[in-house]
């Protein structure tokens, strides 16, 4: 490493120490009182999210495997949460698209720093019917459906402009034709095998508490050491 190099990797290290963690007022989280089931639980600390001011709290981070076993991980949006199932959408030829194909297992990702608060989602993954995800694409934004539109997403790029094109041809057609579908848009249930709830602690007592599928329809909740 030179001289600059050493500098930049010292400064770096210096402002990531400086940086805090679990330094806002916390809320309690008392998993006694928590529901029998975990949407009912994941909907009352969105909502408190929310309330919170944490910034976009409906992005989550999701998880899925390659073929060669590698993770890869991604932010996309929460399309609804329902009764154990967690919808987000994609395109079906995109990475994750070909990787939940081939392996239909993943997990989500939520963090909402306002409160200290994260939850971890495990499931299966399905498809929803096309007409399903249609619907749900046509409820959104015209963005989201020009979005939808350009399509391609994850194949490789050759230029920017090549991009503004696609884009700009997209946003005319999503103005003029607002039910035009885009067929490689998918809408994904991940039916959850797992949730865990973790609340953040200024003094590292964290509260984790993990809900488990049981056979049949209920859960089974435990605490877990933190
Ligand atoms: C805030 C935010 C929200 C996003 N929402 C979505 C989404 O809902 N669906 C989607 O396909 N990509 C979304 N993306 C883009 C993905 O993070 C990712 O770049 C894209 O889906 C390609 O991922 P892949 O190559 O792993 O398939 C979002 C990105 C950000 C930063």
Redesign the pocket.
Known sequence: MNEADTGSAAAFQSLLRSQRVWDVELPAFDPAAAPEEPTALFHAWFADAAAAGQS?PH?MQLATVDEDGLP?V????L?GAAAGVWE????AG????RQLAARPKAALHFYWAAQGRQVRVRGTVTTAPPAAASADLHARSTGALASALVGR??ELLNSLDELADASTAAWERAQREPDAEAPSWTLYELAAEEVEFFQGDARRRHVRLRYRRERGDGWVRGLLWP
Do not use: I, V
């Open positions: 976009e992005t890869d991604r932010t996309l949006m399309h987000f959408a994609s395109h995109s990475a994750k698209g997403q994850s």
